[in-house]
DNA sequence: ATTAATTTTCTCGACAGTCGAAAAAATGTT
DNA sequence: AACATTTTTTCGACTGTCGAGAAAATTAAT
């Protein structure tokens, strides 16, 4: 049912709105607050005075003097009123990060996984210790974590932080709840990560060009799996994102066996393995190791551009599968720019026309333009962006709810 | 950017509310008003009287005297405050309704389309003329209309009333706005019509069962093309909608040649000119022709119900066509259950198997379950339906922006 | 017929929020 | 030290919602 709308949420829009001014804009004025919210100053001041008694805001005091007039008082976040824990699952390594309500970057370190690790529970322990240990290490009191924010590869529940399905541990699911409640109150957070790649790109995008608005993008991850974010700006300028198991989605019913289980799946022909099984000519219905060195894709890309036929027909097939997946992607979401990341942009010039073609196969595609595709090789950073950004607009929503300040008293 | 909330808007959103209750419980009294909307009586009060004296509300004195006390007085909508015409193109003929702002139906004809037509001047003109004699007739003020809602099948511009595809005029394009702007001052819609049967099969699942609260719903129309409609509920209780040109989507690249020009759409194989090519074993690169009669059809089914292979083939092969698109659906946008409509429910039994078998094949449809599939004979009740819900409640959302009453003097 | 009971609707004062304008504060300039 | 300039706070007006009690309209009881 629709909401009723009282005073009450009046006041926490705004409060939510100056917010998300400041996570935007970093150190701000007062006047420059009222500016871009289009608050009055009235109301300005009466909000920021509120967040600052919370102490959810502090006033830099110092002015660095440009001209004449009484100097404009900075605000910014209070730093120590929140902090989350931010953990980045790849197939090679965990890395762990602590980080400020204010957004920098408090402790970091990172685990090696061993090279053939396919016991869940092993995992599990050392990941709760790992994260024990960046706890104990900061110095913080385990309440002060409010959030453990964990990204992973593979088909993440919607609703429950619980792991369905992973290149690595397969249908041997992993619930973070269970595992982490144990040892800290926050509220744990599991997100597939490609999905935040999207949306940290989308947020770069929104804040250089206006008009970016109710404007979708998609970012396709290439690597031993195919990921996929879709991120989108909505009416109120807030940007959402999802990840579809696009790797899993159909190319060719009656094509290679793929991890899942299925037969055709797209990553089964373009994610690492799908490539090498082709190059070596292995039968379709054998599924390769799990842990391909990239070396070994590399040297299949150097036969390729030395113009070695299976080597070149293996990518070829690849972007097939990946630039038909695209366009049926278009033709179900409409056009949007394409960003591509992960170690597969290595190989793009080996697939680039048959991605292309897949995508210029559609109607609207082929009745308007090609939509622009980009790379962006920092994905391992685009990821930790994306999850720190997603998980402190978080915090501030919950914070314009609370008004009475029991809850952040961290100072 | 985000919106600053204003005590203005805070009135808006609850005058909002009130009409929208209004829309989904039909008559009303104040006391229910304010249970529904869970504003206080005063609010209602105030709320109901101003919209009363803007002409939107009337009062209905009578009382049906149930037990002692003051007797209920029961609000609805102003039956004149407002008009709109409602125009339904199919490939048979075109239906022109004008509907009231209590959302009752005041007129309708139907005009029966000639059979091979395809120039498009003397189409719309005639559509012009119609719209020109529905005004004429019902004595109306041009002004008192509104709006002019159209829906066809084909690819539809998205911000403008412009048709960009259909299956009849195909790349001939047509824009309703510049058509109809000299004979009335209404706004123009034109949507895809299967965007209005998923609209409206959504709201009737809404209004039965509780808690369909931001779950989504396909609709897919079977007849000579193909139609998608995806509705879905968002947190505030609205329900939205869109149709992408699923008929459109790459099936197989190296399949038969489709009426937009691309190989191996969908729609070329599921259409009935699809279906009817693979029955005949005509060669897939011949299109056959724009108006088939749905008793072919029937005559193929009737063989494949008797156990001839080639019928029974291109039925299935449709089916595959189908299951496989709904599969790549579900794999993109999650779990949800599927509506049919169109004439080709009526085959369903010769495409089931083969249209499971996709659903199924679906990474996450193996994991959970499978989706609920069902069926809506009522495919031209639906469409025009949705269309009015969607109209009037576009209406309702105009009328609380514009508090000076000036627009809405009619009554 | 009159009074009491009951239910619904309206009205009034209190409270919360935003806004514009004017006052206050803090600095540079003359 | 007085003035100019810019930023921030304060104050009164206005709009909106709410709770409680008053008013209205009917039935039941006396």
């Not at 001014?21 to 009466?46: D, I, K, P, Y």
């Not at 429950?160 to 957070?189: C, G």
């Not at 278009?330 to 793009?348: C, N, S, V």
């Not at 920092?378 to 950004?389: A, K, T, Y």
Request: aromatic share 6%; net charge neutral.
């Amino acid at each position: 049912m629709l909401m009723k709308a009282s005073t009450e949420n009046l006041r926490k829009q705004n409060r939510g709105l100056i917010l998300s001014a400041l996570r935007r804009l970093g150190s701000v004025s007062h006047t420059e607050l009222s500016q871009w919210t289009s608050l009055s100053s009235a109301t300005v001041s009466t909000i920021t005075t509120e967040l600052e008694k919370e102490g959810i805001l502090l006033r830099e005091e110092q002015a660095p003097s440009a001209g004449r007039g009484r100097p404009r008082v900075k605000f910014r976040q209070n730093p120590n009123c929140a902090f989350i824990a931010i953990v980045r699952i790849t197939s090679e390594m965990v890395q762990y990060s602590l980080v400020d309500y204010a957004g920098t970057l408090k402790d970091r370190f990172e685990e090696k996984r061993p090279p053939a690790e396919t016991d869940i529970d092993t995992f599990s322990n050392r990941l709760k210790n790992d994260i024990q240990r960046l706890i104990e290490r900061s110095e913080l009191q385990p309440e002060q974590i409010l959030t453990v924010s964990i990204t992973t590869k593979g088909l993440v529940a919607s609703g429950k932080p619980e792991l369905l399905w992973s290149p690595v541990f397969e249908d041997k699911t992993m619930n973070f709840e269970d595992l982490l409640r144990p040892i800290l109150p926050a509220q744990i957070r599991l997100t597939n990560d490609t999905q935040f790649a999207a949306q940290s790109i989308a947020e770069q995008r929104a804040a250089k060009l206006r008009g970016f608005s109710n404007r979708k993008l998609a970012t396709l991850s290439l690597s031993h799996s195919i990921g996929l974010g879709i991120a989108t700006e909505e009416a109120n300028g807030k940007i959402s994102s999802f990840a579809p198991p696009f790797g899993h989605m159909m190319h060719d019913p009656n094509g290679p066996l793929c991890r899942c289980g299925a037969h055709g799946c797209i990553e089964s022909i373009a994610g690492f393995y799908g490539i090498l099984r082709t190059a070596f000519e292995v039968d379709d219905d054998v599924v390769p190791a799990k842990f391909i060195p990239l070396k070994e894709i590399e040297n299949i890309a150097v036969r390729a551009r030395n113009g070695d036929h299976q080597s070149e027909y293996a990518f070829r097939r690849a972007g097939e599968a990946l630039g038909i997946g695209l366009g049926r992607l278009l033709t179900l979401l409409g056009p949007m720019p394409i960003a591509i990341t992960g170690h597969g942009t290595l190989f793009y010039d080996l697939m680039q026309t048959s991605i292309l073609d897949g995508i210029q196969n559609t109607l609207q595609v082929r009745r308007n333009k090609m939509p622009e595709v980009s790379f962006h090789t920092d994905e391992g950073h685009l990821i930790f962006n994306g999850n720190v950004q997603s998980c402190l607009s978080d915090l501030d929503s919950n914070i314009i709810s609370e008004q009475n300040g029991t809850k952040w008293k961290f100072n």
